[in-house]
């Protein structure tokens, strides 16, 4: 009896620490920002993402280090790298996040969001 005692002691933090990792393995953008930035006809423009909580997103446009259209408010959902953003007009965009990097490909252009 006290070797079966024994080895459940032993086995059961084995459990509960394979559970853990997989928790730590779980991206979170909550209250982060990423940045796209590129400069047209000599324009500087950047597109950011904010992400509010664990499902909000907030877009927003800037030209020359001024807000220059209105943000876009949507949701977002992770799954292990890969991230899909979901707009009220319907428009949904999907990526995937490695380290400080999102990218996106839309239409064969790659848009690289890094994180501020």
């Given at each position: 009896?006290k070797k079966v005692i024994l080895a ?45 909580d664990e499902t909000k997103v907030m ?30 007009d319907g428009n949904t965009i999907s ?22």
């Amino acid at each position: 009896m006290k070797k079966v005692i024994l080895a459940m002691v032993l086995i059961l933090p084995l459990v509960f620490q394979s559970c853990k990792k997989d928790d730590d393995n779980k991206i979170s953008l909550a209250g982060t920002e990423w940045i796209f930035k590129q400069t047209i006809d000599g324009s500087n423009l950047e597109t950011h993402l904010k992400f509010i909580d664990e499902t909000k997103v907030m877009m927003l446009y800037f030209q020359d280090g001024t807000e220059s259209d209105t943000p876009e408010e949507g949701t977002y959902v992770v799954s292990g790298s890969n991230i899909v953003l979901t707009f009220p007009d319907g428009n949904t965009i999907s990526g995937t996040i490695n380290g400080n990097k999102m990218t996106f490909v839309e239409d064969g252009l790659q848009f690289v969001f890094v994180k501020k």
